[in-house]
């Protein structure tokens, strides 16, 4: 079926230090959306992008929908511990399709 | 406005057994979809109810069904549990309108079979 190849797999960084993080396929994708998971819960929604090149900030994050249509990127900037959790990609065609997840760990 | 909410969140069944999830929408959201979460498999669709009707099915066995209510509230069912089932399913719900995808994930429940 079809895949995401999230990378990377897990990140140890400095709080204060920014992240940068990717998703891509082979396939099309018409949106493409990021989430993060906390231990115990459910992803949440953090951006959602709809057209290709598109660029869109939710406070310190910044995604992008790749021009080919194919990959996204998720940038962090200052990141600070409570940026700690799982961030997944996941693009839309009939079904949303999730990458294996970025496990971020942040130390102060 | 409440989120998506799940119950029960935790539950242990005996391999053979079958169990029923429930889930209630976003207050306004029309579409539910389901999703397993396991370490191994990361997360997977299982399928989407839009106004009652199955919208979209992923590739699980007949054993997974689920079904909606006019309320939008939505159930899943796994039939004849196997060791393997043992994982988080999580559903979200959506406005199910076109050009609106945002899916909004409830906090999950967490099936063990033993």
């Known amino acids: 079926g079809q895949q995401l190849n999230q990378s990377p797999q897990s990140m140890f960084i400095q709080e204060g230090e920014d992240v940068s993080m990717n998703c891509t396929s082979s396939s099309i994708f018409n949106t493409w959306l990021w989430y993060k998971q906390d231990p115990g819960e459910g992803p949440v929604l953090l951006i959602a992008?709809?057209?290709?090149?598109e660029l869109t900030s939710n406070g310190r994050l910044t995604a992008q929908f790749g021009i080919t249509r194919k990959d996204s990127f998720l940038n962090i900037s200052a990141s600070i511990p409570s940026d700690v959790g799982i961030y997944f990609c996941a693009g839309l065609r009939t079904a949303l399709i999730f990458g294996k997840g970025t496990t971020l760990s942040v130390s102060s | 406005k409440a989120g998506v909410t799940q119950t029960p969140r935790y539950l242990i069944k005996t391999r053979g057994q079958q169990v029923t999830l429930s889930c209630s929408p976003i207050?306004?959201?029309?579409?539910v979809s389901w999703y397993q979460q396991t370490p191994g498999q990361g997360l997977q669709f299982l399928f989407e109810y839009f106004s009652e009707t199955q919208r979209n099915k992923g590739n699980f066995p007949g054993r997974f069904s689920g079904r909606q209510f006019s309320n939008s509230r939505s159930e899943m069912n796994v039939s004849t549990l196997e060791l393997g089932d043992s994982a988080l399913y999580l559903c979200?719900?959506?406005?199910?309108?076109?050009?609106?995808?945002?899916?909004?994930f409830g906090p999950g429940t967490r099936l063990t079979v033993t």
């Open positions: 979200a719900s959506s406005l199910g309108a076109s050009g609106n995808y945002e899916q909004y």
């Open positions: 207050s306004g959201h029309r579409s």
């Open positions: 992008l709809y057209k290709a090149g």
